[in-house]
């Protein structure tokens, strides 16, 4: 049962544009989001994160939406640049369990084309 | 430096082999997971401690064994009990069960049975 869904395996987009990746998750009890950049033969970096009583948080290029009632979050690089293609992972966490576990989506790999 | 040093990066385990993946932090964080990634499924949580001497077991804990009895330390034997032990493995800490801060991860350790 995958709580975290990153149904877009690949994203490909031109040095300047949007980036867009796409993230669903079917528990309620998510309290807490984050994304994280990785790259091959490395451990993933955090980006990013929102708190489930937010709806938007900004950083820099990045930005983070989150729409509670879809269960969806969204993570948007503008402008994107080519050192930004990496495979990208959204994750969730019950953070009322204290437990600090995180639930990872399946990898978005972003190309961005010089 | 502070950081996550995994060793090693590379593996070889013959069938019927323990073999035992070292990850050291000097963070000074409490908690340490270890995720392990396989090919179009993303990151599975196999054990994580939250304080020295306490650990519990993730999503995937079959056929893979850990301790914590220093609290910069969270080895992970991978036991001939695992069926299918071919993947690239993760530890991770941080400092506030990886919300905010979200998790620091190591390089990783990539793990071939022969």
């Known amino acids: 049962d995958q709580q975290v869904k990153q149904n877009s395996p690949s994203l490909s987009v031109q040095e300047g544009r949007i980036s867009i990746l796409n993230c669903d998750y079917t528990?309620?009890?998510?309290?807490?989001f984050l994304w994280y950049k990785k790259y091959p033969a490395e451990g993933p970096t955090f980006l990013i994160s929102?708190?489930?009583?937010?709806d938007k948080n900004e950083d820099g290029r990045f930005t983070v939406f989150l729409n509670k009632s879809a269960k969806h979050l969204s993570l948007h690089i503008v402008p994107s640049q080519p050192g930004d293609s990496a495979v990208y992972f959204c994750?969730?966490?019950?953070?009322?369990?204290?437990?600090?576990?995180?639930?990872f989506g399946q990898g978005t790999t972003l190309q961005v084309k010089p | 430096d502070g950081g996550i040093t995994q060793s090693p990066k590379y593996l070889f385990r013959k069938e019927g082999q323990n073999v035992t993946l070292s990850c050291e932090q000097n963070?000074?964080?409490?908690?340490m997971y270890w995720y392990r990634q396989d090919p179009g499924q993303g990151l599975r949580l196999i054990y994580y401690?939250?304080?020295?001497?306490?650990?519990q077991k993730g999503d995937i804990a079959e056929g893979y064994s850990v301790s914590r009895e220093k609290k910069e330390s969270f080895p992970l034997t991978v036991t001939s009990a695992q069926k299918n032990p071919t993947a690239f493995y993760l530890c991770?800490?941080?400092?506030?069960?990886?919300?905010?801060?979200?998790?620091?991860f190591g390089s990783g350790t990539r793990l071939t049975v022969v």
């Open positions: 994750a969730a966490s019950e953070g009322s369990s204290n437990t600090g576990k995180l639930i």
């Open positions: 991770a800490s941080s400092i506030d069960r990886g919300l905010r801060y979200g998790y620091t």
């Open positions: 929102i708190s489930s009583i937010k």
């Open positions: 528990n309620s009890m998510f309290d807490y």
């Open positions: 963070l000074n964080h409490d908690a």
């Open positions: 401690s939250q304080i020295v001497n306490d650990f």
